[in-house]
Structure formats: structure tokens, C-alpha cells
Nanobody
Framework: QKELVESGGGSAQAGGSLRLSCAASGYTYPFYCMGWFRQVPGKEREAVATIDYNNYTHYRDSVKGRFTISRGNSKNTLSLQMNSLQVDDSATYYC???????WGPGIEYKYSGQGTQVTVSS
């Protein structure tokens, strides 16, 4: 079965930290692009951070310096370390993957997990 499965998330206070993890399974080859996207009700899904097969990363401006995306040596696992969390970071976070391009305005990935909730309180 081909799937992307997220874990982690939950609740934190502003200024706190959370870590998200994702595992890809059932796919023949590791994806060239993997990333984290987030969505709040009534808004479009947005890219948070992406990483390519060579570990080149991109971040949306609002999370730069606070979030760190990383990819496991097998290239089938993905993590997002979120520090200095802000209330505006509250959203459903999705692990996603595709073959490229990895970043750009309005980027969307073809494959996505079910999502995990992150709630940040003040």
C-alpha cells in the first residue's frame, strides 16, 4: 500500500516546540521532493518547507529561523522541527511528496498524507 503517514503534532503554547515526522512506504523509488504543507479552515493549503533529494531546502518566510526540515538517509522519512511556535502556526499539517519542481509560488504536491493537527495557544 502506497502511503505517507504523519506522526507528531498536538498542542503547544506559544514559544514552545513540536516535531512532526512522516514515513513514505510502498513507493518504488524515493521521491525527489518532500515537504510539509499546512491548511486552516477556509484557506488554501500552503507550503511550509520543502526538501529535495539532495537536501536542498526552502521555507516560507514566516517560518524561517524557527522551523527545520530534514530527510532521513533512506530518503523515505521526513521531519519538521518547529521551534518558537506562534498562534498563527496552528493548522493541519500535511506531509507531501512529488517529483518536481519542489518549490515555487502556489506549489502543490501530488501525493499527501492524511494530516496531523497542530494547535498553538497563547
Amino acid at each position: 500500500q502506497k502511503e505517507l503517514v504523519e506522526s507528531g503534532g498536538g498542542s503547544a503554547q506559544a514559544g514552545g516546540s513540536l516535531r512532526l515526522s512522516c514515513a513514505a512506504s510502498g513507493y518504488t523509488y524515493p521521491f525527489y521532493c518532500m515537504g510539509w504543507f499546512r491548511q486552516v479552515p477556509g484557506k488554501e493549503r500552503e507550503a511550509v518547507a520543502t526538501i529535495d533529494y539532495n537536501n536542498y531546502t526552502h521555507y516560507r518566510d514566516s517560518v524561517k529561523g524557527r522551523f527545520t526540515i530534514s530527510r532521513g538517509n533512506s530518503k523515505n522519512t521526513l521531519s519538521l522541527q518547529m521551534n518558537s511556535l506562534q498562534v498563527d502556526d496552528s493548522a493541519t499539517y500535511y506531509c507531501a511528496a512529488d517529483w518536481g519542481p519542489c518549490w515555487g509560488p502556489g506549489i502543490e504536491y501530488k501525493y499527501s498524507g492524511q494530516g496531523t493537527q497542530v494547535t498553538v495557544s497563547s
